[in-house]
């Protein structure tokens, strides 16, 4: 058995056992294995997340449960890299976010045309 095979059966293990734990699935289902390093001091997973903040959320609350669920199928010593891989369609995100972005700034410049709250119903009441 490959180590993708094995870090496919850890996935399935920890969504299983964490099932009613919608935060944890959504933050550990896009992680995937790049490789095994094998070093003197034993092996080094390295394990991909889509974002700064995917690396530090399971750095703070799952980094312990996969190290046991690794445990389990590696008796040597071993120790976990969290990299940052950006998705290979991130094109089509970036083209998404634009348009977003694009929409967001007519919207804004809309707003500013034709003001909200008129000065009269802004100004404080002075005997307040």
């Known amino acids: 058995m490959n180590f993708h095979e094995i870090w496919l059966q850890i996935k399935q293990s920890i969504i299983?056992?964490?099932?009613?734990?919608?935060?944890?699935?959504?933050?550990?289902?896009?992680?995937?294995?790049?490789?095994?390093?094998?070093?003197n001091d034993g092996c080094v997973f390295k394990i991909s997340v889509p974002t700064a903040l995917h690396q530090y959320w399971i750095s703070q609350n799952l980094l312990e449960i996969i190290s046991s669920e690794i445990a389990s199928f590696c008796p040597s010593p071993f120790h976990i890299d969290l990299i940052i891989v950006k998705p290979e369609n991130t094109a089509v995100i970036a083209a998404v976010e634009q348009g977003a972005q694009d929409s967001r700034l007519s919207s804004d410049r809309s707003a500013r045309a034709t003001p909200v709250f008129s000065p009269a119903r802004d100004s404080l009441n002075p005997e307040y």
């Open 16 to 39: 299983a056992k964490n099932s009613h734990n919608q935060p944890l699935i959504m933050w550990f289902d896009p992680t995937n294995l790049e490789e095994v390093l094998q070093q």
